[in-house]
């Protein structure tokens, strides 16, 4: 009896180190995974913040030309029409 109760103690602890070491390793995996979203979340941010200083810039641009084609304008008395 003692030794089937040992045997039986053995095969639990055995079965328990391999689901600590599976879940060490799904954990890592997991870990993986999200490193690998993080950087890709990361990089577009970035690349979402260039567009948008871009166009913020270009915008700036274009007003900048709008107001100087209607000082032209005014100053050679033309209406513009939109």
């Not at 390793?25 to 950087?39: M, P, W």
């Amino acid at each position: 009896m003692d030794a089937q109760l040992e045997r039986i103690a053995k095969a639990v602890t055995v079965g328990f180190e391999e689901a600590r070491h599976d879940r060490s390793a799904i954990r890592d995996e997991v870990r993986q995974s999200i490193d690998i979203y993080s950087r890709a979340v990361d990089a577009y941010a970035k690349q979402a913040e260039t567009y948008m200083q871009k166009m913020l810039a270009l915008a700036q641009k274009v007003n900048r030309l709008e107001r100087q084609i209607e000082q032209i304008a005014e100053h050679l008395h033309l209406k513009l029409s939109y």
